[in-house]
């Protein structure tokens, strides 16, 4: 069982950036990707950005392409979220991801397996 923290989250005005930063309990030798979430009041849980842990391929929702960047640090076995030029659209509940099978899409929520309780960003305009 794969436990996932996040930490980073905060407020922060249109314009300026954030950090997010995901920390897994174990090994993530199975793990198959992991991914970044968000989810506004009132709205479904979205697709932000995904890296496929092996291979560090990257993926993104076309609503921050250019804006934010995940990356992993596989000795440390974290992924990041790198968020600049935040928008108030931007704030949600963001929630890390993991996943151990390759089933596409990459973007779907529902094929991933673990989940970290989730880091509040608030972007002021």
């Known amino acids: 069982q794969v436990q996932l923290v996040e930490s980073g989250g905060g407020l922060v005005q249109a314009g300026g950036s954030l950090r997010l930063s995901c920390a897994a309990s174990?090994?993530?030798?199975?793990?198959?990707?992991m991914g970044w979430f968000r989810q506004a009041p009132g709205k479904e849980r979205e697709f932000v950005a995904a890296?496929?842990?092996?291979?560090?391929?990257?993926y993104y929702a076309d609503t921050v392409k250019g804006r934010f960047t995940i990356s992993r640090d596989n000795a440390e076995n974290t992924v990041s979220l790198q968020m600049n030029s935040l928008k108030p659209e931007d704030t949600a509940v963001y929630y890390c991801?993991?996943?151990?099978?390759?089933?596409?899409?990459?973007?779907?929520?529902?094929?991933?397996?673990?989940w970290g309780q989730g880091t509040q960003v608030t972007v002021s305009s």
């Open positions: 991801a993991a996943r151990k099978y390759s089933f596409v899409p990459i973007s779907n929520r529902w094929l991933y397996d673990y």
């Open positions: 174990e090994r993530t030798f199975s793990t198959y990707a």
């Open positions: 890296i496929k842990w092996s291979e560090g391929t990257t």
